[in-house]
């Protein structure tokens, strides 16, 4: 089972797309049981991302609502751990590109740290 990473990002989001959908929270917590087990599952329906994106995948938690996420290697265990930066619709996930195509305020290179490790 892979260890999830929280960023404040996802917890932000995560609070929002629940605040306006509490019935949602058991097919965000389906889906990150089933990304922690096997993020090739299936019904994940996990993809890489493109574009100012690449480097990131995405996974799908219903019709309207995905999951990015980065994979990474823990440098202690090297295990693979799962950092989760941002939930929300297909809208939500990509109004933060600005303009110029850059990610505004999003970082896609994560440092695993004892801080940063919530479940």
């Known amino acids: 089972m892979r260890e999830l990473v929280l960023t404040p990002r996802f917890e932000s989001a995560f609070r ?5 959908n509490p019935a949602v929270r058991s097919q965000i917590e389906t889906t990150l049981r089933r990304l922690a087990a096997d993020s090739n599952d299936p019904h994940l329906k996990a ?3 493109s574009g100012p994106l690449a480097g990131l995948h995405a996974c799908t938690v219903n019709y309207d609502c ?3 996420f980065s994979k ?8 693979e751990v799962l950092i989760l930066v941002n939930i929300g619709s ?9 303009n110029s195509g850059t990610i505004a305020g999003l970082r ?7 801080t940063t490790v919530r479940k």
């Open 16 to 20: 929002h797309v629940v605040g306006k």
């Open 47 to 49: 993809h890489h991302l």
């Open 66 to 68: 995905r999951i990015v």
């Open 72 to 79: 990474q290697k823990d440098p202690k265990t090297n295990a």
């Open 90 to 98: 297909n809208d939500d996930m990509y109004f933060f590109i600005n």
């Open 108 to 114: 896609t290179e994560f440092k695993i740290s004892a």
